[in-house]
């Protein structure tokens, strides 16, 4: 019974999500570890390992594939002033022999010092080579243009010696030493897997672990892009992935307390009074969940309409004087019950935006809240409810306690419901609202507890039973969910909610034929109900039937545009429907489609996590990609429930990882078509 009244289906949702992004999340990645943590030889993508591979001669560099004698010989046939120029070249190439030979002992010492466990030793000897290079100015600008930056043959010498030297500074427990290292192995080579995979290490050592999501991101993000054409075809990528999966959970898990806290805080500087109100729908829907909905939707249809309310209100006496308590307290009563018969009908027109806003200005006259700081307040307050009468002022809290709700005031939800409670504690309506408080506070014993309550004063109590099932669910108590549901349904055959939600149960235990019946059941007592089709969508998206789910999806949003659930199903429909071979999905129809669902209902949180994620897949450069991260802060605004902050801020860290590691690796896009 939280707020969003379709909490049943928002679940299917999700899980329907999971099914359509599972290739975009993936990220199940094993480590290969190196048997003595030094840079194993590798291709010169990956920047050299650590054996030194000797340099050629500039001349064989150049694309000569015979020796130095006989590319000078041809030389001397075509041009004397290239076979003027060969002493110079021969000697330059003496010097770089003899000094990949010197670099080369030096390596070999440096490898048998860390066999010896003597890293620091081990160590110096690479810095040794590395001074060497530099000092004799072999790294030089113009050799770095000829032979391509990074590609070079001294430069893949810089990378080698400077990931090994790194490798030993972490053996010996220097960290920072061994991460300065990593950078400027990264600065020259930014996909060195090595590098970026100590890094990873030791930032998780640091327990700097959105630095080291980073990492994990950009060796995924290359794993992918080494992989494009091979995924793009449906094949399997080449070689296992470099992190697994159970990473990405770690350090989302460390990193997501302080963003749920960073949100919250942003979501507390705002007063309860501005806090968005759910869609007219998501309102109804939650409305019409209690046994209470049909009387006092007949009482605002026959009480008058909104502007006899307001005349009424017009006509009151302005500017009685406070000492006449009396007369003072009776006029404000009469005011706080005109407000609350007009909010009453306003709701009943669906205009609950101005239905708030008379519920509060009402209680605020019942509170006495511009006489809070007077001597007589308490005993104006007790007049003013004394002359309201106990019907209206019960009425009044309850509304108040729904209001509040919505806007997720769950502490000021619960004193209203408390209070009504006090004045009527047989009233079972307010104990199963009161469990709902309980419930979107992740209370669930107390939640329980106020459920049975309310069974024992009545044991038909429809609502009391329905919103339990969902409590149920909640808890994964899903054959005493069942149970409820079908006592529901013995007792009211016509209650279309406890059908639907019996529905989810079956699909729950994947008795998709119990599902398929009762929700024909259903579409006989409502042929033109959304909901129903929406139900009906998602049992054939279950079936892998998704032009069928699509179609059903469709008729629901026919039935009534303004049920977000169906925009979002059909999405993910268009996303899994089978293409033709090389053919991608409709994106941008399934994106049209989550957009429009934020348009009907900006607070329907599965719409955000999964237009998010598309559009993250989409993004055609990083600043597209970055608007996606905006798109997750306006998803956090509208945040009701920990499980719906805890989603999309999941989301929102690995988005800015994302990013943050495409800018690493020099990339421009995230897109992998």
């Known amino acids: 019974m939280a707020v969003n009244s379709q909490q049943n289906t928002t679940y299917i949702v999700i899980g329907l999500a999971a099914l359509a992004t599972a290739a975009a999340l993936y990220f199940a990645f094993s480590p290969k570890k190196s048997s003595d943590g030094t840079t194993d030889k590798s291709s010169s ?33 075509t041009s004397k002033a290239s076979a003027a120029a060969l002493p110079a070249a021969s000697n330059k190439d003496d010097e770089e022999k003899q000094l990949n030979r010197r670099i080369e002992e030096i390596d070999r010492a440096g490898k048998a010092l860390f066999k010896n466990k003597q890293y620091m030793e081990a160590a110096e000897t690479f810095t040794e080579a590395l001074d060497l290079i530099e000092s004799k100015k072999l790294a030089d600008k113009n050799s770095s243009k000829e032979d391509g930056g990074p590609k070079s ?23 920072d030493l061994a991460l300065s290292d990593c950078d400027a192995v990264l600065d020259l080579d930014p996909a060195h897997i090595k590098a970026r995979t100590r890094r990873l290490r030791i930032l998780e050592s640091q327990k700097r672990h959105r630095e080291a999501l980073v990492e994990v991101c950009a060796l995924q993000l290359k794993y992918m892009n080494d992989n494009r054409d091979k995924l793009r075809l449906g094949l399997p990528p080449t070689g296992p992935p470099p992190v697994p999966q159970s990473k990405i959970e770690e350090l989302v898990s460390f990193i997501l307390p302080e963003e749920i806290e960073r949100a919250q805080e ?22 019409k969940s209690f046994s209470g909905f049909n009387k006092w939707m007949g009482d605002a249809a026959k009480g008058g309409t909104v502007a006899k309310f307001t005349a009424q209100l017009e006509d009151l006496l302005e500017g009685v004087p406070r000492k006449s308590m009396v007369a003072f307290a009776d006029n404000l009563a009469t005011k706080a ?86 004045l009527e504690p047989e009233n079972t309506e307010i104990l199963v609202k009161r469990a709902g408080v309980k419930m979107d506070g992740s209370n669930y014993p107390e939640a329980d507890t106020l459920f049975k309550e309310a069974l024992a004063l009545n044991p038909t109590a429809s609502d009391a039973l329905l919103h339990r099932a ?107 429907t089978p293409a033709a071979m090389g053919v991608m999905p ?3 129809e399934a994106i049209r489609l989550l957009e429009k669902a934020i348009e009907v209902d900006p607070m329907f949180h599965a719409a955000y996590v999964q237009l998010g994620q598309m559009k993250l897949s989409m993004a055609t450069d990083l600043s597209r990609a970055r608007e996606v991260v ?21 989301m929102r860290i690995l988005t800015v990882a994302q990013i943050d590691a495409a800018h690493a690796l020099h990339m421009e896009t995230l897109n992998m078509q």
Request: glycine share 6%; with cysteine.
């Open 630 to 650: 905006e798109l997750y802060d306006k998803g956090l605004e509208y945040c009701r429930t920990p499980e719906e902050l805890r989603d999309i801020c999941s």
């Open 266 to 287: 942003a979501m507390a500087a705002n007063s309860v009074e501005s806090r968005a109100l759910p869609s007219s729908y998501t309102i109804i829907q939650l409305l």
């Open 45 to 77: 993508k990956d920047g050299g390992g650590s054996t030194i591979t000797p340099v050629k001669s500039n001349v064989q560099a150049g694309g000569s594939s015979g020796s130095s004698t006989s590319t000078a010989a041809t030389a001397d046939n």
């Open 153 to 175: 043959s001294l430069t893949r010498q810089i990378i080698t010696l400077t990931n090994n030297r790194s490798a030993m500074y972490e053996k010996a427990s220097f960290p």
């Open 586 to 588: 409709d994106f941008a």
């Open 470 to 576: 969902n409590l149920r669910m909640l808890q994964q108590r899903v054959s005493e969910s069942e149970s409820d549901l079908e006592t529901c349904i013995r007792l009211y055959p016509n209650n279309l909610l406890a059908r639907l939600r019996l529905a989810t149960v079956c699909m729950a235990k994947e008795d998709l034929d119990g599902a398929r019946k009762m929700l024909e059941k259903a579409e006989e007592y409502d042929p033109d109900s959304s909901e129903v089709h929406c139900y009906r969508g998602e049992l054939h998206f279950a079936k892998g039937d998704f032009n069928e789910a699509k179609s059903e999806f469709e008729k629901a949003m026919e039935c009534d545009t303004t049920n977000p659930t169906p925009y979002v199903n059909a999405a993910l429909a268009v996303v899994n």
């Open 337 to 422: 019950a005109l407000l609350l018969n007009r909010g009453r009908r306003y709701a009943f027109e669906k205009d609950f935006g101005k239905a708030v806003k008379d519920f509060d200005e009402a209680y605020a006259l019942v509170e006495d809240n511009d006489g809070s700081d007077e001597s007589d307040h308490d005993e104006v307050k007790k007049a003013i409810v004394a002359a309201m009468g106990n019907d209206d002022y019960c009425r009044l809290l309850e509304w108040c306690g729904m209001c509040k709700h919505l806007r997720f005031d769950l502490k000021g939800a619960l004193e209203c419901y408390e209070r009504c409670s006090k």
